[in-house]
Nanobody, 117 residues
């Protein structure tokens, strides 16, 4: 069973920065896609950023130029560097991945990011 464990969330002031981490563990042969999602109170979960094993990345329009997704394949870890944070970035952030050709179906607990003065 593959597990996802997110960390790094915190309370930060507008304009601040945070770096989130997500470790993928379990029986892993290959991870192709790694993603970050977020879910704000009363809203649906939305895709924030994607990275593939060939190095390509893609971002939601709302975070382009402010967030950077990266990965360390030796550690099966994906990161999300978040700069110039805004109150509207407040949400629980989750990761997901395509492992061994299959999407992980069991979400992790997420990590809370709160942007407030």
């Amino acid at each position: 069973q593959v597990q996802l464990v997110e960390s790094g969330g915190d309370l930060v002031q507008p304009g601040g920065s945070l770096r989130l981490s997500c470790v993928v563990s379990g029986s892993i042969f290959r991870i192709y896609v790694m993603e970050w999602y977020r879910q704000a109170p009363g809203k649906q979960r939305e895709l924030v950023a994607v990275t593939t094993s060939d190095g390509s990345t893609n971002y939601a329009d709302s975070v382009k130029g402010r967030f950077t997704i990266s990965r360390d394949n030796t550690k099966n870890t994906v990161y999300l560097q978040m700069n110039s944070l805004k109150p509207e970035d407040t949400a629980v952030y989750y990761c997901n991945a395509e492992v061994n050709g299959r999407r992980v179906t069991r979400w992790g607990q997420g990590t809370q990011v709160t942007v407030s003065s």
